[in-house]
T-cell receptor, first 113, second 113 residues
Framework: DQQVKQNSPSLSVQEGRISILNCDYT??????FLWYKKYPAEGPTFLIS?????DKNEDGRFTVFLNKSAKHLSLHIVPSQPGDSAVYFC????????????FGPGTRLSVLP | DGGITQSPKYLFRKEGQNVTLSCEQN?????MYWYRQDPGQGLRLIYY???????QKGDIAEGYSVSREKKESFPLTVTSAQKNPTAFYLC????????????FGAGTRLSVL
């Protein structure tokens, strides 16, 4: 049973528009969330995090929103650039309990010029 | 230049053979992790280590073994007991276990001959 789900395997967006990547989780104990970006044949690189005490965190073009009641988070990329084309993973942990991160299956984003 | 180095980038295993994947970090992180990535799936945790001379099984430890004799090094051995070893293997480290952002190496792709 997947605790972290990314229901869209792929997403295509026009350059300059907004990309919205979604992530749902089932474990209500999760209190810390990360987004990673991964290019082919490379390791994931950390993008942005959010703690459950917040509902929004922003870093440049990247904003993560957390809706605890819906157990849903989303990553917004504005404006999208061709270099953003990659696979995006969300990860969740019950940090308060010292648990390891659980990763979603990823969403492949293609930003079209 | 700090980071995590995985070697080799590509590895081939024959039937009945054990192979070892190398992971070295110079970030002075206490915790290290091994993940496996299969197509369409998220990262699955194989083993993790919170501190030197200590390691714990993750979700899919069967057929794998690890050691943590030095803080900087966390090699993974894929044994002949692992019947489906073809995958992309990722090593990561964090300041401490479960609490912090994980930083990843570039990965090793293992294939069976």
């Amino acid at each position: 049973d997947q605790q972290v789900k990314q229901n869209s395997p792929s997403l295509s967006v026009q350059e300059g528009r907004i990309s919205i990547l979604n992530c749902d989780y089932t474990n209500s104990m999760f209190d810390y969330f990360l987004w990673y970006k991964k290019y082919p044949a490379e390791g994931p690189t950390f993008l942005i995090s959010i703690s459950s005490i917040k509902d929004k965190n922003e870093d440049g073009r990247f904003t993560v929103f957390l809706n605890k009641s819906a157990k849903h988070l989303s990553l917004h990329i504005v404006p999208s650039q061709p270099g953003d084309s990659a696979v995006y993973f969300c990860a969740a942990s019950a940090r308060h309990y010292g648990q390891n991160f659980v990763f979603g299956p990823g969403t492949r984003l293609s930003v079209l010029p | 230049d700090g980071g995590i180095t995985q070697s080799p980038k590509y590895l081939f295993r024959k039937e009945g053979q054990n192979v070892t994947l190398s992971c070295e970090q110079n970030l002075n992180h206490d915790a290290m992790y091994w993940y496996r990535q299969d197509p369409g799936q998220g990262l699955r945790l194989i083993y993790y280590s919170q501190i030197v001379n200590d390691f714990q099984k993750g979700d899919i430890a069967e057929g794998y073994s690890v050691s943590r004799e030095k803080k900087e090094s966390f090699p993974l051995t894929v044994t002949s007991a692992q019947k489906n070893p073809t995958a992309f293997y990722l090593c990561a480290s964090s300041i401490s276990q479960g609490q912090n952002i994980q930083y990843f190496g570039a990965g090793t792709r293992l294939s069976v001959l």
